[in-house]
């Protein structure tokens, strides 16, 4: 699998972004996943997530 396309399955973002985790969806597209922070530092604090964007910022290999 090419690094562009891999997803590592043990990242909490990845399994988010694949929707093997529930999460409260703000917005949603091909390339963007927006969803409610869990333990958000501010009102109406999200995350924002592409589909394999988690991996690379978490520094974690793929």
Same mark, same amino acid.
């Given at each position: 699998m090419s690094q562009t396309t891999a997803r590592n399955d043990t990242c909490v973002?990845?399994?988010i972004v694949a929707g093997r985790i529930?999460?409260?969806k703000v917005a949603e597209d091909a390339?963007? #996943?927006a969803f409610m922070d869990i333990d958000p530092g501010a009102d109406g604090? #999200?995350?924002e997530q592409g589909p394999h964007g988690a991996a690379f910022r978490a520094g974690h290999p793929l």
């Amino acid at each position: 699998m090419s690094q562009t396309t891999a997803r590592n399955d043990t990242c909490v973002f990845c399994e988010i972004v694949a929707g093997r985790i529930p999460s409260d969806k703000v917005a949603e597209d091909a390339n963007t #996943l927006a969803f409610m922070d869990i333990d958000p530092g501010a009102d109406g604090h #999200l995350q924002e997530q592409g589909p394999h964007g988690a991996a690379f910022r978490a520094g974690h290999p793929l």
